[in-house]
């Protein structure tokens, strides 16, 4: 039994001395093991907590439809776009009546026959009438300006006599509605002065006859005379010309586009 002891003894030592590893120290030629890399596993670890960070918007699947704005109501105008003012010399006489009178006292005017004898259908376009109104005066019924020009279509006190005298009338221009067929009737004394002067009685106030705003056909001759009197045309067309080219040309404007027909 002993010996089987001793034995086994004796086979372990060399088994140890043969792996290079004694048992009383190191041996002599250590043999180097290389170390199995070993995924090291952090102790108490805790998932970072950002602080006041706002979370992003999801996007949305499809972009808003724009709103559609309101239409906005048809404002009441306070002044004119056109730049009519009154001058620093003008004065009022009596009550203003409201927009919507003088736009119908101005068409009713424009509707009349000034020359049924001679003229029956010489018509003078509403559009026109309204137009050199709204230039004039900008629709201000009880406006005297400085030079006595009065009311609605600023008939000159000449101008008043004349066409009470040839047309046996008796026309007030302080009236609002007289006043609009003062100068209504003198457009279609004009027109029939100049039609028969120069366009062998034709009395077409188109603007399709007028190339131009400066040009002369009777349109514009009528709107310059209106202006500047039937003699200062006269002597104009002799130079194939007009004697007022602004004062025409923003009334023919007024005739296409006029901030007086918002009221």
């Given at each position: 039994m002993n010996r089987r002891l001793l034995v086994l003894v004796t086979t372990l030592a060399g088994l140890l001395v043969m792996s290079g590893c004694g048992l009383g120290g190191e041996s002599k030629q250590p043999v180097t093991v290389a170390a199995q890399p070993t995924a090291s596993v952090p102790e108490n670890i805790v998932d970072p907590v950002i602080e006041d960070e706002e979370p992003s918007p999801e996007p949305t699947t499809a972009k808003p439809k724009p709103?559609?704005?309101?239409?906005?109501?048809?404002?009441?105008?306070?002044?004119?776009?056109?730049?009519?003012?009154?001058?620093?010399?003008?004065?009022?006489?009596?009550?203003?009546?409201?927009?919507?009178?003088?736009?119908?006292?101005?068409r009713a005017a424009a509707g009349k026959t000034y020359w049924p004898g001679s003229a029956p259908k010489l018509k003078v376009p509403s559009r026109l009438v309204l137009a050199t109104a709204w230039h004039e005066s900008g629709w201000t019924s009880n406006y005297v300006n400085c030079d006595g020009g009065r009311g609605l279509m600023q008939v000159m006190p000449d101008t008043e006599a004349f066409i009470n005298q040839r047309f046996e009338k008796s026309y007030s221009s302080r009236d609002y509605r007289q006043n609009a067929v003062l100068g209504a009737n003198y457009l279609a004394w004009?027109?029939?002065?100049?039609?028969?002067?120069?366009?062998?009685?034709?009395?077409?106030?188109?603007?399709?006859?007028?190339?131009?705003?400066?040009?002369?056909?009777?349109?514009?001759?009528?709107?310059?005379?209106?202006?500047?009197g039937r003699g200062a045309v006269d002597e104009a067309y002799a130079q194939k010309e007009l004697p007022n080219l602004q004062y025409v040309d923003v009334t023919r404007s007024l005739m296409k586009s006029c901030y007086c027909d918002r009221y």
């Open positions: 709103k559609k704005s309101k239409a906005e109501p048809k404002a009441t105008p306070t002044e004119d776009p056109n730049n009519f003012q009154l001058p620093a010399c003008a004065e009022r006489d009596g009550k203003e009546v409201s927009k919507a009178k003088a736009e119908a006292a101005l004009l027109t029939k002065a100049f039609g028969d002067a120069y366009f062998k009685g034709n009395y077409d106030l188109s603007a399709e006859k007028c190339k131009s705003h400066s040009s002369v056909c009777l349109l514009n001759m009528v709107i310059a005379g209106y202006n500047m």
